[in-house]
Each structure stands twice: as C-alpha cells, then as structure tokens.
C-alpha cells in the first residue's frame, strides 16, 4: 500500500516509455492524499479525476466507507476499514470533514456528505474520468472548517 505520512505528490510517475505496473501505481497514487484518521485508520482523498477514479473504483473495497459531497464537484474520499470492523462516529466525521473540505462547497460551513459501501459505487457507461454514481447513500453533515486538512492549510500561513 501507499507510503506513510500526509500525502504529497510523487512525481509523475515513469517517464515517456518507461512504465509498467510499478509506475503506473505511483503515478495513480500521486493523485490521492493520505490523511490519518484519530483511530489511527488511513483516509484516502481524490486530488483529481484521475485519482477520484482510482480511490472509487480501484481502492475503495467492501468493508470501507466511500464519501462524497451532495450536488457539487469534489474529491472522492475512502475511510479505509478492516472486515469486521465499523467505522467510529468520530472517524466518519473526519472523513466527512474532508470530503467537504475537498469540494467546491468548502466555504459552506456545515455541508450534507453522501457516504455509502464501495460496492454500491460505479462508473456509468460512458462516464468521463472521475464520474460515479451511488446507490443506497446515507447523509452525514461535514464540516470544511473542522478538517485535518483546513488545520493543515492554517499552519502554512
């Protein structure tokens, strides 16, 4: 699996025809940011179409939880679990927290998160890049300003 720490990107991957399975990974990867959930489980975030693509329909597994923003463009975002476990309240807002940070919606204040199984997320035929569409989502309220990634952003400054 990916490397450890907060996400940064890897480069580009391999060059003009160098490749195969090992660059494509870093290359795919470079499109996802890891944030450390407070139980310690790793979060998974879209930094593009191309990594939303890969968390949704490549990462993400069954016993994760798959999140998004309701009616707006943003980052896919997969709370990584193992079998058996249930993701904690606490772990669930943090990941809503970011799906929300991580959105066209991020100066909303409080807003509505879908969140379902990965199983229940597709590509539709003919989507472009990035696009899914859910079944059997339920609503969690994230808030931007709350996220691991807007403190992030404030220690910068």
Request: no cysteine; charged share 30%; net charge positive.
């Amino acid at each position: 699996k990916g490397g450890g720490g907060k996400a940064g990107a890897a480069g580009k991957g391999a060059g003009a025809g160098g490749g195969g399975k090992k660059a494509r990974k870093e290359e795919m990867m470079s499109a996802i940011r890891t944030y450390t959930a407070p139980s310690g489980k790793e979060v998974l975030v879209g930094r593009n179409s191309r990594g939303n693509e890969a968390v949704s329909l490549q990462i993400g597994k069954e016993p994760d939880v798959w999140f998004h923003v309701r009616g707006a463009p943003g980052a896919h975002v997969i709370l990584r679990q193992q079998a058996g476990d249930n993701a904690s309240d606490e772990d669930m807002r943090f990941a809503a927290d970011l799906a929300a940070f991580h959105s066209k919606l991020r100066t909303g204040g409080k807003v509505d998160v879908s969140y379902t199984s990965p199983k229940f997320v597709r590509k539709p035929s003919g989507g472009r890049l990035g696009m899914v569409s859910i079944d059997k989502e339920k609503v969690i309220t994230g808030r931007p300003d709350d996220s691991e990634a807007a403190a992030e952003e404030a220690r910068e400054r």
